[in-house]
């Protein structure tokens, strides 16, 4: 074991491992730092659904990027991740990383230019190496959230498979070397200001004589950084727990600039306590009819977005009553009825917490029921009373309200017709969602090059970034997969730029 290597990377998630990966294929050896145990070790690539962005067409899935990005990220970064995410399933196989993907989708936002440029891709294969489309009926997007019965559920590859995958590519290159439990503290600079290297938690330094790549993730689990940064201070996130802000830390200590420290991916999300750990769940609102209401009671945006898992719902959110000077938002609050009680588990047994073992989401929601996490009653009013919704007759109006839309086909918030099931199969449910997702993206401001820049967008020598960490997302998420895609592409940008640059 050394404490020196061409290049270093702080932190073992997929921008990491496409750093390494890519580096050790130059024939440059390669230390990568982990703060979590290996045994413990849940990057967000592992809790995720393992899918991932890729482009058929350079420019106008650059100009879609930018678009999406809403002036937050300079159109020479959107175009870098195109032109690598054009070539990201080639990379992998040429890489060694042994998965197999299938295109599923387009961009989440067809009404903005360009968005059937990107495309987002699914595992091609079940865990007994049967073909999705062959194996069961409906789309493997289907089988990824969790409705397909448990047999099902236990072959869907999700992005442990991604992980387990790369973890192998990366530990076939005898170039890499991974520390475990080496949170970095403080990043080193010669005399000269270039970054050259780390000091670990215990004061041990590691040094990179090409390069030092941040690969640290984000700021969820840092509830300082959220309150300060976040538009909202009541987020909450289910990626990787280790992600706590150190890499923002770390590129302020050598002057980096700061980028959209404000957005994040997410949705509505369901977060609840149990004997002192809490733990946050992204929510599954189908099948059966469903309906969000706010504090007060009231219906306040088309829900059908949430069930579709739409990255951009959590800032229906974020209105904020300036007479009561509070969020009436937050908590909202999920109504459903026995129809989808009885489906399965309300959230994914595929990925997140459960899908990494952490924890065991009952089939039926009856232990998260006695649990107190949902509410029941034998009307809407009642199911919501208990939950915490301060007017319950308000509730029993909006669900009368939307079953009349059921009946109509036409829904005030425009709501398509084929998501309008009525809610009239007792008992009824209730569960508080919260503003939140998988992870923040702000961070370390960089360049096409993944290069951290200062305040005046001069590159800090030595030092680099990619993934979660000051990602190339800006105000919308442009489609499922971004965040894998993201980190793929810039994990290899960073190791090739910091490879071509002068010792």
Request: aromatic share 10%; glycine share 12%; charged share 25%.
């Amino acid at each position: 074991m050394t404490d020196s290597a061409d290049l270093l990377v702080i932190g073992f998630g997929a921008a990491g491992a496409a750093a390494a990966i890519t580096a050790a294929d130059s024939d440059a050896s390669v230390i990568v730092l982990e703060k979590q145990e290996e045994e413990w070790h849940s990057p967000s690539t592992s809790m995720s659904g393992g899918v991932i962005m890729g482009v058929n067409d350079v420019d106008a899935a650059t100009g879609y990027l930018d678009r999406c990005s809403g002036g937050l990220i300079p159109v020479e970064v959107s175009r870098a991740w195109a032109t690598y995410a054009a070539g990201v399933f080639g990379w992998l196989s040429d890489s060694g990383v042994e998965v197999s993907y299938r295109r599923e989708g387009r961009g989440e936002h067809p009404t903005i230019a360009g968005f059937e440029a990107v495309e987002y891709w699914r595992h091609a294969t079940l865990r007994d190496g049967s073909p999705v489309t062959a194996a069961y009926e409906g789309s493997s997007a289907q089988l990824a959230l969790g409705t397909a019965g448990k047999a099902g559920e236990k072959l869907v590859r999700t992005g442990l498979d991604l992980w387990r995958a790369l973890t192998k590519a990366v530990a076939a290159r005898p170039q890499v070397e991974v520390r475990w439990q080496s949170p970095g503290q403080r990043l080193l600079t010669d005399d000269a200001g270039r970054v050259v290297g780390v000091e670990v938690a215990g004061g041990q330094r590691f040094y990179g004589r090409r390069g030092v790549v941040l690969t640290t993730g984000g700021f969820e689990f840092d509830e300082e950084m959220k309150a300060n940064f976040l538009r909202v201070r009541s987020a909450h996130f289910y990626g990787n727990a280790g992600n706590s802000g150190d890499g923002v830390r770390m590129a302020q200590q050598v002057g980096a600039d700061l980028w959209h420290m404000n957005t994040f991916v997410g949705r509505g999300v369901g977060h609840f306590a149990l004997e002192g750990t809490e733990y946050t769940f992204i929510m599954h609102l189908r099948p059966g009819g469903y309906v969000i209401v706010d504090g007060d009671g009231r219906r306040f945006a088309n829900e059908h977005n949430q069930a579709e898992l739409r990255h951009d719902f959590w800032q229906e959110f974020l209105h904020y009553d300036s007479e009561r000077r509070d969020y009436p938002r937050i908590p909202s609050y999920w109504l459903f009825d026995s129809r989808r009680m009885k489906a399965g588990a309300l959230t994914s047994t595929t990925h997140g917490l459960v899908g990494i073992g952490r924890y065991d989401w009952s089939h039926t929601n009856e232990k998260e029921l006695a649990q107190g996490w949902l509410t029941t009653g034998d009307t809407p009013a009642e199911a919501a009373r208990a939950a915490g919704v301060r007017d319950p007759a308000r509730v029993a109006d909006e669900v009368a309200d939307y079953n009349r839309a059921c009946e109509s086909g036409v829904d005030r918030l425009g709501r398509p017709a084929e998501s309008l099931v009525p809610l009239d199969a007792p008992p009824f449910y209730c569960v508080p969602l919260f503003p939140g997702g998988s992870n923040t993206s702000g961070g370390p401001r960089r360049d096409e090059h993944a290069r951290v820049l200062d305040p005046q967008r001069t590159p800090i020598p030595g030092l680099y970034a990619a993934g979660e960490l000051g990602q190339a997302i800006g105000e919308l998420y442009p489609a499922d997969g971004c965040n894998l895609s993201e980190a793929l592409c810039f994990g290899r940008i960073a190791a090739e730029t910091a490879l071509r640059a002068r010792p």
